[in-house]
């Protein structure tokens, strides 16, 4: 019950870190933010960094791929499922990254930004998801070495 207990607790402060950090910062999206927040703080404190750096590759190639595609290959449920399988491929075989949010990534750059423009959402996207994996970090780190301090 204690780890739950510390879990939810690193969970609620990063998120709390992120929508502050965010807010000040005028950032696009506190929600895309938020939601690396939460994803990345719901690992095993231990691999936080590791997760965050392989969630921000995730998001990078997915921003890379969406905009490529976007830019220079015809729009078509062909090319867009073609887009989907290159992404999954790169982050599975190449990153070790997870690919589900690389692939969403993807798709609202490729298929669903109504009128935005697709360099900016890209961007964006990368430096919301950013912010929530550095506050994250940052609170996990900062909560394991008090944690360890105070228990000895």
């Not at 791929?65 to 078509?76: I, K, V």
Request: net charge positive; aromatic share 14%; glycine share 8%.
């Amino acid at each position: 019950m204690l780890e739950n207990f510390k879990l939810s607790l690193i969970t609620g402060l990063s998120i709390l870190t992120t929508l502050t950090i965010g807010t000040f910062l005028h950032i696009n999206s506190l929600f895309y933010a938020s939601i690396a927040a939460v994803v990345v703080s719901q690992s095993c404190h231990k691999k936080v960094i590791q997760l965050g750096v392989k969630r921000l590759y995730g998001t990078i190639v997915g921003a890379l791929t969406g905009l490529f595609f976007f830019h220079y290959l015809p729009h078509s449920i062909y090319i867009y499922a073609l887009g989907v399988f290159l992404v999954v491929f790169i982050c599975s075989n190449f990153l070790k990254a997870p690919s589900n949010m690389a692939g969403i990534v993807f798709l609202a750059i490729s298929t669903n930004l109504g009128g935005m423009s697709s360099t900016f959402y890209a961007f964006h996207r990368i430096i919301d998801t950013g912010i929530g994996i550095i506050s994250t970090v940052f609170v996990t780190v900062a909560f394991t070495f008090l944690d360890d301090k105070f228990s000895k």
